[in-house]
C-alpha cells in the first residue's frame, strides 16, 4: 500500500493507523522491520519529519539510506529510477515540493512509496496531529476544528481528513484563499472572530510573504484576546515551523492555549504505524 494523499484512504484505515500506533507506543515490538531497507529523500532543512522516520524505521529494526530531494531531478526517468531501487529497497519515503514526482514514482512501484510532505499536501503530519488531539480530547469528533491561514498543503490536508473522519471544519482566511474543496463538512470564512465563538481546536500555518502584512496580523493573526473567544478548553496547535508574532503572538505560544512540545511526540508512533500498514502489517498482528 502506498499513502500518497490522505484521500487514498477511508476513516476505518484512519482508525487502524490509530490502533496501530496505541500499540507501538507500549515499545513492545522491536524487530518489525528487521532486515528491511527503507530509502528516504529528505532536504537538510527537515527536522522533525525526517528524525521521526529515520528514527522509527530504526527503532523498528529497520534500515535507512538518505538522498537529498534533489536526486529525483536528475534526468534518469523516475519510472527507470524506482525500478532499479526495487532491487535493494523496500520502501521509500519521499518529502519534495513537487507532488507530481512522488505520484510518477508510485505508478512504477512495486515497494510502498510514502509521502512525507508536499506543496500540494502533508498527509503524515495532519494524521500525527488528529492522533494526539484524539490523546488530548475523546470526544475528538464531535469538535469543531477551525484552521486560519492560507490554502496550502496542511489546509489542504486538515481538509480532506476532515472529509474521511466527518469532523466539523472551517477555514477562516482573506478572500483568495479557499480551497477547491468538493466537502461538505469545509465551510470557507473571511470573518475570524464570530467563528471562533464555536471553536474547540484552532490550527494554523506558517505564512507566505504576501500575507506577512499589519493587515492581515490586524484581522487573522491568532492572540490571547481571539483565544479566549473560543469555547471551554479548546486548544492552539500550529504547525511548525511556527513563527512568533506572524500567525500566532508569542503570547498565545506562552499560554495554556497552546497543545506544547510534546504534542508532536506521537509523530514517531504514527509514522511507524503508516510504515507497517503500507508493508501490509496490521495491528491485529502485532498485539
Known amino acids: ?6 484521500n487514498d484512504l477511508t476513516e476505518d484505515q484512519i482508525s487502524e493507523i490509530f490502533n496501530m500506533t496505541d500499540i507501538l507506543k507500549m515499545k513492545k515490538h522491536s524487530k518489525l522491520l528487521s532486515e528491511k531497507t527503507f530509502v528516504l529523500f529528505f532536504p537538510e532543512t527537515s527536522i522533525r519529519t525526517r528524525i521521526t522516520f529515520e528514527r522509527g524505521i ?4 529497520g534500515n535507512c539510506i538518505v538522498f537529498p530531494p534533489e536526486s529525483l531531478d536528475a534526468r534518469e526517468e523516475l519510472q527507470d529510477r524506482i525500478q532499479y531501487l526495487e532491487n535493494w529497497a523496500d520502501g ?3 518529502r519534495h515540493s513537487d507532488y507530481s514526482k512522488v505520484l510518477e514514482l508510485s505508478r ?3 515497494i510502498p512509496i510514502i509521502n512525507a510532505m508536499t506543496t500540494e499536501n ?12 484524539r490523546s ?10 477551525t484552521f486560519v491561514g492560507p490554502a496550502g498543503n496542511i489546509s489542504r490536508s486538515w481538509s480532506d481528513i476532515s472529509e474521511i473522519m466527518d469532523l466539523k471544519f472551517n477555514h477562516v482566511c482573506s478572500h483568495g484563499n479557499v480551497l477547491k474543496a468538493d466537502n461538505r463538512n469545509y465551510k470557507f470564512h473571511t470573518e475570524l472572530e464570530s467563528v471562533l465563538i464555536d471553536s474547540d481546536v484552532i490550527l494554523t500555518d506558517s505564512l507566505p510573504v504576501e500575507l506577512r502584512t499589519k493587515e492581515y496580523f490586524s484581522k487573522y493573526q491568532i492572540n490571547l ?9 479548546s486548544i492552539l496547535n500550529p504547525c511548525p515551523p511556527f513563527f512568533r508574532n506572524e500567525e500566532v503572538t508569542e503570547e498565545a505560544i506562552s499560554s495554556n492555549y497552546f497543545v506544547g512540545y510534546e504534542f508532536k511526540k506521537n509523530l514517531l508512533y504514527v509514522q511507524q504505524a503508516i510504515i ?11 498485539q
Open 1 to 6: 500500500m502506498n499513502l500518497l494523499n490522505l
Open 122 to 133: 502533508h498527509p503524515c503530519e495532519v494524521i500525527s496531529d488528529l492522533y494526539s488531539i
Open 136 to 145: 488530548l480530547k475523546e470526544n475528538y469528533k464531535d469538535l469543531v476544528y
Open 225 to 233: 484576546e481571539r483565544l479566549e473567544l473560543t469555547r471551554k478548553h
Open 276 to 286: 507497517l500498514s503500507c508493508c501490509g502489517i496490521n495491528s491485529s498482528s502485532i
Open 58 to 61: 530504526k527503532d523498528l529494526g
Open 92 to 94: 521509500v519515503v519521499i
Open 108 to 110: 512504477y512501484s512495486s
